[in-house]
């Protein structure tokens, strides 16, 4: 059984910081290329950085310079590094695994930046 479990999202003023995390199960994890999404509401699903096995990355115009991706393979993991954070920025984050026709999501974790 797949799951991909995240966690580290909360409340954060403005200029703040989080690391979220995303914990992989049942999945060879090293040959997934991992994304992480978001959604406000009342918008789609957007991606916000992805990273692939070999550990290339890209990021949307949006968080560029403010966001990092990475992932420990010996960990079955991958990470998001959320700095200088806006309220345009709170959305729930969704980790997402891919692997050729195969795809897999997460439960998701709220990310609200507000003063």
């Known amino acids: 059984q797949v799951q991909l479990v995240e966690s580290g999202g909360g409340l954060v003023q403005p200029g703040g910081s989080l690391r979220l995390s995303c914990k992989a199960s049942?999945?060879?994890?090293?040959?997934?290329?991992m994304g992480w999404y978001r959604q406000a509401p009342g918008k789609q699903r957007e991606l916000v950085a992805a990273i692939t096995s070999s550990g290339s990355t890209n990021y949307a115009d949006s968080v560029k310079g403010r966001f990092t991706i990475s992932r420990d393979n010996t960990k079955n993991a991958a990470y998001l590094q959320m700095n200088s954070l806006k309220s345009e920025d709170t959305a729930v984050y969704y980790c997402n695994a891919q692997v050729f026709a195969a795809q897999h999501w997460g439960q998701g974790t709220q990310v609200t930046v507000s003063s």
């Open positions: 049942g999945i060879i994890f090293r040959l997934y290329a």
